[in-house]
């Protein structure tokens, strides 16, 4: 009873201050916002928080932003560990947030979270995670060229290594147990290929929560059964492409197509081999907390 007394006096009094900026000639979004109808926009700031700028992600919520027509939108550059971050606080105190989001990635089992439906397709369709390998490899590492085409798992697979490494294992531990304990998979995909002794590979692999995971899992295969000595480059999504496209680097399994690369992929299509998709099924988009009441893009407009 007192604490509706008290919501009751403070609604009392942020009404008396609406009407005073109203009668300041400052009403507006604020005064709207006060009285606890503020759009969605207005209760995030019309920030929507992204990662790093060469996330092909970011180009698609930067063609969302035009498409669904949300000019007074800004798109905020960080990275996948600063969005996660931030998303971690706002769900803590269950404020509104809109991130960059994908699948496979760990905070959809730890969150209760939901895409907004994207009726003009600005995040594309059906999209894939592909092995990019250098021209030459298949010729000179034949054997590492082989499982690299061999590799292919699920959404689901890739989700148990990010677990473990976000409930704090290392990505090099969470790889090898995973390893450990799917050893039928890892036999799939080394089947008859023989070991070489240690001739080195290097793969390139951005820092995104689902590179991490499938890249140390390839390390963990091509080091532990193929007998390769492997550099695995964390860079920006540009070299990551480059350096497989000019030679000094062997091998990427993140490779996002045919939309969230795409400017990529049509940069170097002609310098790179696509050994095809490691992986189906991956999605990208806006993602918001299931608690906010809203559904689709067109709701950062209208709601
Ligand atoms: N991602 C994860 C990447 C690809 C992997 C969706 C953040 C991107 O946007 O480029």
Redesign the pocket.
Known sequence: MRNIKKSKFWMTLSLVSVLALSACGNSGDNAKGEAGTQTVGEQVKYEIIG?DP?????K?TAKAIEDYGLTDWKLIEGS?AAMTATLAKAIKKEEPIVI?G?TPHWMFAKYDLKYLEDPKKSFGEAEE?HTLARKGLKEEQPEAYQFLENFKWTPEEMGEIMTAIQEGKSPVDAAKEWAESHTDRIDEWTKGISPVSNKELKLSY?A?D??IASTHLVQYVLENKLGYKVTALQVE?GPMWTGVANGDVDATV?A?LPL??ADYWNKYKEQVEDLGANMEGVK?GLVVPSYMNINSIEDLKTK
Do not use: F, L, R
């Open positions: 990662i060469g996330a092909g992600i970011m698609a996948g960059t994908w995670i951005v995104w689902s590179e999504a993140a996002w969230t690369h990208t």
